[in-house]
C-alpha cells in the first residue's frame, strides 16, 4: 500500500470526532483499549478490513476480533446463548472475547471471520475505546496494532514504532492498564479457553459455574493466533531463570537481585502484566539474550507464562 502519513490524535472530543470520520471514510485508527492498543477498521467495509491485514503483514486466514459498544450491538451479530449472557453481564465491558455462531444477516466483510462460521466479539472497556465505538456506531475490526508476529503494543510510541505511515492515526490513550490481549472464551460449542488473557480463567469458572475446557496444543488450531511463536521478541528468551548467565539481561519478578527491569518488584501478577509488553520492548536490544524469572502459574499469570512461552519458543520464519 501507499505510504500514508500517521498522526496522534488526542484524546478530545475534537480527537474522537476525527477518528471517527476516518473510519467512516474506510481509513485505519490504532486505539488505545485497556488491555494492548488495537488497529481498527470498519468491520463492513471489506477494503478497509483488507487494509489491516496489509499494514500488519497478517496472513488472511488469521480472523479479527471485532469490537462494539455494548452487549446488545454484539447482539445483532452473533447468535446469543446463556453462557454468553452470563460471561457478558459479569465482564463485560472489559478484556474478555466472546467466540459465538455468526449470524447470517450480521453484514461484516467475510475478511473478518476469514470465512469461518464463528466470530470472536468484544465490548472495550476503555473510555477512548468506548467514545470511539459509540461515535463510529457500528462494529470495528480490530486485532492488535503491531506487525504480525511481533509485541502487542501497549503505548501510542509501540504503535508508532511497528506501523509508521501504515495507517492514518493514532488515538493517544497513554499506556494501556491491563498489558495482555483479551481472554478469549470459545462459545460455539462446549466453554473453552482458547487464549489466556486479561480476565483470569478462575473467574470465569466462578461466573458459569462449570470449569472451562482448554485449548490444548496439539488440538486443531481453532484460533490461529495460538500459534507457538506468536509473540517475539528479537533476541532469546529464556523461562524460569534465577538469575542471569553471562551475556543475557534479567527480567524480573519479585525480591530479585541484578535484573535489568523488574515486572513486579512486590511480586504482583496484575502489575506485572500492565509492564509485561513495554518492558520487553524496552529490554530487547537486538543483542543479548533475556532471561525471565518465574512467575507463578494462576490468575494473569496464566496469560503472562503464554505470553512469555511464545516469546521463549523456536522461531519459523
Ligand atoms: O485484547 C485484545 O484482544 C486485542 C484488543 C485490540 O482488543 N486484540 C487482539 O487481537 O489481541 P488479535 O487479532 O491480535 O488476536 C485475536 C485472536 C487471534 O489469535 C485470532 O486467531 C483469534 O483471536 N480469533 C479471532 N476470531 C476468532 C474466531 N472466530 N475463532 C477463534 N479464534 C478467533
Ligand atoms: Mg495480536
Redesign the pocket.
Known amino acids: 500500500m501507499n505510504e500514508t502519513t500517521t498522526r496522534l490524535l488526542s484524546p478530545s472530543t475534537e480527537g474522537i470526532r476525527d477518528a471517527v470520520s476516518i473510519l467512516r471514510q474506510g481509513g485505519l485508527v490504532a ?1 488505545p ?1 485497556e ?5 481498527g477498521a470498519d468491520a463492513r467495509n471489506d477494503h478497509a478490513v483488507a487494509r489491516i491485514f496489509d499494514a500488519k503483514g ?1 496472513p488472511r486466514f ?4 471485532v ?1 462494539v459498544a455494548d452487549a446488545a450491538a454484539a447482539q445483532e451479530l452473533v447468535e446469543w446463548s446463556d453462557a454468553s449472557e452470563r460471561l457478558a453481564a459479569a465482564f463485560w465491558p472489559g ?1 474478555l ?1 466472546l ?1 459465538l455462531p ?1 449470524k447470517s444477516d450480521a453484514g461484516l466483510s467475510p475478511l473478518v ?2 470465512d ?1 462460521p ?3 466479539v ?1 465490548v ?1 472497556e476503555h473510555a477512548l475505546a468506548q467514545a470511539l465505538l459509540t461515535g463510529f456506531s457500528g462494529p470495528v475490526a ?5 506487525p504480525s508476529g511481533r509485541i ?1 503494543p501497549t503505548t501510542p510510541e509501540h504503535v508508532i514504532a511497528g506501523l509508521q505511515g501504515r495507517v492514518e492515526a493514532v488515538l493517544d490513550g497513554g499506556a494501556c492498564q ?1 498489558g ?3 481472554t ?1 472464551v ?1 462459545l ?1 460449542g462446549a466453554p473453552t479457553l ?2 489466556p ?2 480476565v483470569p480463567q478462575e473467574a470465569l469458572e466462578a461466573a458459569l459455574g462449570a470449569p472451562l475446557a482448554v485449548h490444548q496444543s496439539g488440538d486443531p488450531l ?5 500459534m507457538t511463536s ?1 509473540y517475539a521478541p528479537r533476541v532469546g528468551v529464556r523461562l524460569n531463570a534465577d538469575q542471569a548467565e553471562k551475556g543475557e539481561r534479567l527480567l524480573g519478578f519479585g525480591r530479585v537481585d541484578g535484573a535489568t527491569l523488574n515486572l513486579s518488584p512486590a511480586g504482583d501478577p496484575v502489575e506485572a502484566a500492565a509492564h509485561l509488553f513495554a518492558m520487553l520492548h524496552e529490554i530487547d536490544d537486538g543483542v543479548h539474550p533475556i532471561a525471565v524469572s518465574p512467575i507463578p502459574e494462576q490468575g494473569l499469570g496464566r496469560a503472562i507464562n503464554d505470553r512469555l512461552r511464545r516469546a521463549a519458543a523456536p522461531r519459523y520464519s
Open positions: 486505539l483499549t488491555t494492548v492498543y488495537g488497529l497478517r488469521n480472523p479479527l476480533i469490537h478484556p472475547s467466540v455468526l471471520t476469514a469461518l464463528t466470530l470472536a468484544r472495550p480490530a486485532p492488535s496494532a503491531n502487542s491491563v495482555v490481549e483479551s478469549i470459545g460455539a482458547l487464549r488473557g486479561g481453532t484460533a490461529p493466533g495460538q506468536h
